[in-house]
């Protein structure tokens, strides 16, 4: 098996570059898309192992981007790791309700989120 494959979506390119320099370092390839259409074009083009998926994007929410994803046939089974810079229990309710895998609150230390996508990663087949 070949590296696993990750698709940051993020409208901020620092956050981007951050994530993505910190998860090429960890040994995984990565495909990044700046807004909500892209990443759903992108996970259906190069079905990536993990999403990492910012909540706050103009035009389309992550939430609109993880419910597409989820009801999808070809993308449903990817996993997807909503992250957001609301720290309320109803946005981490609003993240599950959507269909998120998991909800990391930003700002967030790099070997967390290195580790829930391992996480993810080793999860069985549901």
């Known amino acids: 098996m070949g590296k696993p494959k990750i698709l940051i979506v993020d409208d901020e390119p620092d956050v981007v570059s951050m994530v993505k320099r910190t998860l090429s370092l960890e040994g ?20 990536p192992d993990v999403v990492l998926l910012d909540i706050m994007m103009p035009l389309m929410s992550g939430y609109e981007v993880c419910e597409q994803l989820k009801s999808n046939p070809e993308t449903r089974d ?15 309710a609003h ?8 909800v990391v609150t930003k700002p ?16 069985p087949e549901s």
């Open 28 to 47: 995984f390839e990565v495909v990044e898309a700046f807004d909500g259409v892209s990443a759903l074009d992108l996970a259906a083009q190069e079905r």
């Open 78 to 92: 990817i996993p997807v790791l909503c992250l957001t810079s609301a720290h309320t229990p109803e946005a981490r």
């Open 95 to 102: 993240g599950f309700k959507a269909g998120a895998d998991e």
């Open 108 to 123: 967030f230390l790099p070997a967390e989120l290195v580790a829930q996508i391992r996480r993810r990663l080793n999860a």
